[in-house]
């Protein structure tokens, strides 16, 4: 089991930046690939910028260059550096992280944390 809490979300101006966080429950370094999501109202849920326990990143078309994954060993912390802010990427952001357990996959889910950019 992992527990996931997000924090970090907020209103910001178009251009501006924000950093969320995501803490775990237990050590991170024992997960598979952690990662963010996003879902605005009347879309469906997408993937933004996964890390991988090696350190591998991944990033959605719409954020590379802007966006950057990173994690915290130590802390069990996952962070989500979000720069060049803009209206569409007002969502509600949701860590995730995945482990593989007897053969078997399974995701863990945060509550969420709301993003509002204004134009």
């Known amino acids: 089991q992992v527990q996931l809490v997000e924090s970090g979300g907020g209103l910001v101006q178009a251009g501006g930046s924000l950093r969320l966080s995501c803490a775990a429950s237990?050590?991170?370094?024992?997960?598979?690939?952690m990662g963010w999501y996003r879902q605005a109202p009347g879309k469906q849920r997408e993937l933004v910028a996964v890390?991988?326990?090696?350190?591998?990143?991944n990033y959605a078309d719409s954020v590379k260059d802007r966006f950057t994954i990173s994690r915290d060993n130590a802390k069990n912390t996952v962070y989500l550096q979000m720069n060049s802010l803009k209206p569409e990427d007002t969502a509600v952001y949701y860590c995730?992280?995945?482990?593989?357990?007897?053969?078997?996959?399974?995701?863990?889910w945060g509550q969420g944390t709301q993003v509002t950019v204004s134009s």
């Open positions: 995730n992280a995945v482990t593989y357990e007897l053969g078997y996959r399974h995701d863990y």
């Open positions: 890390i991988t326990a090696g350190g591998s990143r």
């Open positions: 237990r050590n991170i370094f024992s997960i598979n690939t």
